[in-house]
């Protein structure tokens, strides 16, 4: 176990000139000493253990994004198809107004 050593004192006066009342900056650094007093540098296993999960991660998101990508083509068939039918309907509509329009004008 290899302890990380810093200034803890100079630590709480930045963050006194940070805005942090003067026990919040010392117990805030104390705190920091106590957690970093116990840690262990990473090792390779410990970063190849962090590549394989960003891999996993990486595949996930992709069959992720690749579905999503899928649902949106099908959506956008779905409405493609809607307005095709809604246009069609308002053109036969129009159609329909203008000859019975067209019907009711006065012959001369």
Same mark, same amino acid.
């Given at each position: 176990? #290899? %302890? #990380? *050593?810093?200034?803890?004192?100079? *630590? ?18 104390? %705190? ?11 090792? %390779?296993?410990? *970063?190849?253990? *962090? ?10 998101? =992709? %069959?992720?994004?690749? /579905?999503?990508?899928?649902?949106? =083509? /099908? ?7 809607? +307005?095709?039918?809604? +246009?069609?309907?308002?053109? #036969?509509? /129009? #159609?329909?107004?203008? +000859? ?9």
């Amino acid at each position: 176990m #290899v %302890a #990380v *050593l810093f200034d803890t004192l100079k *630590l709480a006066r930045r963050l006194e000139s940070a805005g942090f009342s003067p026990r919040q900056a010392g117990d805030t650094a104390e %705190a920091l000493a106590e957690v970093m007093s116990g840690a262990e540098p990473a090792t %390779a296993a410990d *970063l190849g253990v *962090l590549r394989a999960e960003i891999a996993a991660l990486r595949t996930e998101f =992709k %069959a992720e994004i690749a /579905a999503l990508r899928s649902e949106l =083509k /099908a959506e956008i068939e779905l409405l493609r198809r809607d +307005l095709t039918i809604r +246009l069609g309907g308002m053109i #036969v509509v /129009a #159609v329909g107004i203008l +000859l019975a329009a067209i019907r009711y004008l006065p012959t001369h």
